[in-house]
């Protein structure tokens, strides 16, 4: 498992953003904070570009991205080529781990309470990717057309 999570938020994913980084010290990770670091109107592709730029420079790290409802980080972060799930329960967290690979988890915190939130968090890092048939799965969705 990644001991590194990148991690970014806008100001609609802020207040879980800051809960999340808290439970991953704890946690033991060690965390980069892509930011932004106040509550104020942003642009969350801003956020999500910058989160993706660290993985796709290492493989080794895993990412999480909150907006109001993880729709638009979802969208930006796979537009970048990093495997990005929405995830609203601990299922959706194992399974875009073990089946896809996920990269990055993608919250809605106008969706998700906190603690909720913390546990998907905790399933997705403690999950790790199946192989074999899903490996193939995935190789397809960059290589396929019908
Ligand atoms: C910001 O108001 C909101 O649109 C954003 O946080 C997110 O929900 C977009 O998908």
Redesign the pocket.
């Known amino acids: 498992m990644s001991k590194t999570i990148v991690i970014g938020s806008?100001?609609?994913?802020y207040h879980l953003k800051t809960a999340c980084i808290k439970a991953l010290k704890e946690w033991g990770f060690t965390v980069e904070d892509e930011g932004p670091d106040c509550l104020d109107s942003c642009d969350?592709p801003i956020f999500a570009a910058k989160v993706c730029n660290k993985l796709k420079a290492d493989d080794e790290k895993l990412g999480v991205l909150i907006?109001?409802?993880?729709?638009?980080?979802t969208m930006t972060a796979n537009r970048m080529g990093v495997r990005a799930a929405l995830c609203t329960n601990e299922f959706l967290a194992r399974m875009a781990r073990e089946h896809n690979d996920a990269r990055c988890l993608c919250m809605?915190e106008?969706v998700t309470g906190q603690g909720l939130a913390l546990e998907i968090l905790k399933v997705f890092l403690d999950t790790q990717f199946g192989g074999e048939r899903h490996q193939r799965r995935i190789d397809l969705i960059d290589t396929v057309s019908l």
């Open positions: 806008d100001h609609g994913g969350y907006c109001g409802t993880g729709q638009g980080m809605g106008r």
